[in-house]
């Protein structure tokens, strides 16, 4: 929607770019149509679609039943007619119910029709903890999603990287699930163009330069991150990924090879989650430059717990800068 005189001021949240992005771009291309549990009338349940019904109608910000695999089918029907849909699922959570649809024919009928059918389609999510929410509230799936081929993976943390990347993903014509990072959505504001601009999918973004040592991260977790790096005394380098799939093995890569150490945060259970491919990826392309062995930080192997116990699952700076001081001291 139109900046605020506050929004002009003091600049945007995570929230506020995501709906700068949606508006823009229906307002630019009338085949794109935002749909899902309350996304219309009540601007969905953090309000990132406000607004949208009352400019475009419900026709184009359509509230949907309370039915993720119909969300999802009736948006792959969309995109397979021409449209460009957006369905939003409320909490990654309810992806369960969505996942045949997405994952069995969103996913492959580019390949089903040797190119002749493409789904540009992009699936909204709010992800991960700390909000303490209930259960299927505030898990972090992104490497199922980015296990799956067919389906390009977003997740972006700031709100300048949230408007370029949906942007890109909206125009993309192939599937983009798209996580929002829901302990960010209202945290910072930030001051970005009000025109429209894109930042390509695929590439990650160097946030502080250093020679020491690289952390990897992702999502929430990269703010969390920066908080460690203030206790460390050394020259670290933060890498937020923005992009899980297709993943920026180049940038990866060059820092590593650069620092010849490395810390990997996320806010998934450690096993099998997507540190574990970033990681892998390390011990191919960089085991002659390594100075010690790459750390992980990440949930643990159980279930996110409720509220009460919620903080103690998620990395903390506590937890992030022990691993950095262990692996400089290796």
């Known amino acids: 929607m139109p900046r605020t005189e506050m929004m002009k001021d003091k600049g945007l949240t995570l929230v506020d770019a995501i709906n700068e992005a949606l508006y823009q771009e229906m307002e630019r291309d009338d085949r794109v149509v935002c749909l899902g549990e309350d996304v219309g009338l009540n601007g969905g349940v953090f309000r990132v679609t406000e607004g949208l019904q009352k400019r475009f109608g419900p026709d184009r910000s359509i509230d949907t039943p309370l039915a993720e695999s119909g969300i999802m089918g009736t948006a792959i029907g969309l995109a397979m007619g021409g449209m460009r849909p957006i369905p939003e699922i409320q909490f990654e959570g309810f992806l369960g119910p969505a996942f045949d649809q997405l994952t069995n024919h969103a996913a492959r009928y580019r390949t089903r029709t040797r190119g002749a059918v493409t789904i540009p389609m992009v699936v909204r999510v709010p992800v991960g903890g700390g909000i303490h929410a209930p259960e299927l509230h505030s898990d972090s ?69 250093g020679t020491d040592l690289t952390v990897i991260s992702w999502g929430a977790p990269v703010f969390d991150c920066l908080k460690a790096m203030d206790e460390i005394d050394a020259s670290i380098e933060l890498i937020d990924l923005r992009t899980i799939y297709p993943l920026d093995e180049e940038t990866i890569v060059k820092s590593v090879q650069k620092t010849g150490r490395c810390v990997i945060v996320c806010e998934a259970p450690k096993t099998a989650g997507f540190a574990s491919e970033v990681a892998t990826v390390i011990q191919e ?38 691993a950095i001081s262990r692996t400089l001291a290796y």
């Open 141 to 209: 799936p992104e490497a199922i999603y980015a296990h799956t081929p067919g389906l390009k993976v977003v997740m972006p943390c700031t709100p300048y990287d949230a408007k370029g990347l949906l942007l890109s993903a909206i125009r993309d014509p192939d599937p983009v699930v798209f996580f929002e990072p829901k302990r960010v959505y209202r945290s910072f504001r930030e001051q970005i163009p009000e025109e429209d601009y894109t930042i390509p999918i695929g590439v990650a973004k160097v946030v502080n330069e």
């Open 285 to 322: 392309q960089c085991f002659l430059h390594l100075k010690a062995p790459v750390q992980r930080v990440t949930g643990f192997d159980t279930v996110m717990p409720y509220y009460k116990l919620e903080l103690e699952y998620i990395p903390d700076p506590k937890r992030i800068a022990e």
